[in-house]
């Protein structure tokens, strides 16, 4: 389970099964009854490659998204009672999921477009964000730091249209050092509800009110800039930061530092 408890944090927190995001309606990228010229309006300033789901019917979901001619395009999806997806008019294309389905595009559809009101960003505005870090080079960051340091890093063994987080942070383990290095899984629903996933799913109102909770887990954020400037533990130093190799360091559970993919 995660870490000890910040008191009167437990007012904030509420359990749920791992399911809370079958339901696409509250994902951040599907932004309800908009209309075909407010998607076109919403993808103007948008890199190619975005795109953004939008009111569904009974049977139908409309997807808008920017080509490589720069020009906006619309794609209808279609879903059954069942949960499967795919693109309307093609037979043989049958998805469990729109994640599912956008990531056999994803030489097209790279940008996800969020609603406005999303408070996903929040981790990348966190002084505690390191954009692109691998959990390998995570947990060698860790490894040279004090008790209770954390940070905050995009989970690199999904595809961003997932949106989902990771907490970093070292605690106390008597068992081993590379053990003391824990890895959460996190993510903003559309409705701004924090999750993290650890077995079963904690929903809190904010990133402060997760942080809060962790208590003594979390109480001293690397700032991204000064572990660079600073030349410590880069990704070059470390060994890299790519993509390949953060699963084994980026487990959905807080029981481990290698923690599952």
Known sequence: GGGGGGGGGGGNMRMKHVSAFSDFSDEPWYHGDKSASDAVKRLKDEPIGSFLFRRKNKKRIPMCYKGADGKPHHVAISYTDDGRF?????????????????????????????????????????????PGLAGT???????????????FRPSLSHDQFSGYFVLSFKKEN????????????????????????????????????????????????????????????????????????????????????????
């Open 137 to 151: 080079v995570a947990q060698k960051m860790l490894a040279v730091t004090d008790i209770g340091a954390y940070l």
């Open 174 to 261: 008597a068992d081993s050092a590379s053990k003391s290095c824990r890895h959460v899984r996190l993510r903003f629903s559309a409705s701004n509800q924090l999750y993290m996933i650890d077995g079963l799913e904690r929903v809190f109102p904010s990133l402060d009110a997760l942080i809060e909770w962790k208590g003594k887990d979390v109480k001293k954020p690397i700032p991204y800039q000064r572990v660079y400037d600073e030349g410590a533990a880069t990704p070059d130093a470390a060994g890299g930061s790519g993509g390949g190799g953060d699963k084994g360091a980026d487990g959905g559970g807080d029981g481990g530092g290698g923690g599952g993919g």
């Open 86 to 130: 795919g693109f309307e008019g093609v037979d043989d294309v049958d998805f469990g999921s729109l994640a599912e389905l956008v990531r056999s595009r994803d030489s097209i559809l790279r940008h996800p477009v969020y609603v406005d009101s999303y408070k996903g960003n929040a981790f990348e505005k966190h002084p505690a964000f390191h």
